[in-house]
């Protein structure tokens, strides 16, 4: 049977890979130690989805970038079907559905030294998203080193090639949210994501200050 990482077991238990390591500590996944090394059998995973509290199936990537377009005021090409159940599911406010909008890219973390995070976050390929883009909504948080960002699936490989990104690193600072090219919903040239997106990101931290921001950025809308 495969085993997984720390990396690998965040990206599929959509947490971050500090999240991971302290289940492991407090007995919350079971783990074994190989070397510096903490390896997770996929069993251990699926135990741990069991017993999360139900939060409803994550809608489509295609539902839940409409529910984010209306939110950030855009006019998304939908059917009069899909525009009335993207904004009935709106109308439950975004901190009400921000698990449920998971679905809209995978999260991936990489090691990447602070010095290449300017690069990163001026690269056309990528959306500045969560932490960086607190500046572009003036957003009141202070963050620490760090990067975040969309990026289209297609463009991943060589992103991760081109700025030396390590996606097995025991202390992961950047998380690019991988999205899908046949749902990629950001403009040509687009530098940081909109406020409803930026928003849900925030919402997603493990951070309460994170959080706090979140809800203060999505209740603007």
Request: no cysteine.
């Amino acid at each position: 049977m495969s085993v997984l990482g720390v990396a690998e077991a965040a990206a599929e238990l959509r947490v971050s890979p500090r999240r991971v390591r302290q289940m492991l500590a407090d007995g919350g996944l079971a783990g074994e130690r190989v070397g510096r090394v903490w390896v997770i059998e996929p069993e251990q995973l699926r135990r741990v989805e069991r017993h999360r509290p139900a939060v409803g199936r994550p809608w489509s990537p295609v539902s839940a970038w409409a529910v984010l377009a209306l939110a950030g005021g855009e006019d998304p090409d939908l059917s009069p079907v899909e525009r009335s159940r993207a904004r009935k599911r709106l109308a439950q406010g975004l901190e009400g559905v921000v698990g449920r909008l998971a679905s809209r890219a995978d999260r991936r973390w990489f090691y990447a030294h602070p010095g290449v995070f300017d690069r990163l976050a001026d690269d056309p390929e990528v959306v500045r998203a969560g932490i960086s883009a607190v500046a572009d909504h003036e957003v009141d948080l202070v963050v620490g080193d760090g990067f975040e960002g969309y990026v289209s699936a297609s463009n991943l490989d060589e992103l991760v090639e081109r700025f030396g990104l390590d996606g097995q690193a025991v202390r992961p600072n950047v998380l690019l949210r991988v999205v899908d090219d046949a749902v990629w919903p950001f403009q040509l040239g687009q530098a940081s994501a909109g406020r409803a997106v930026v928003a849900v990101d925030l919402l997603e931290s493990e951070e309460p200050r994170s959080r706090r921001a979140g809800a203060d950025l999505a209740d603007l809308g």
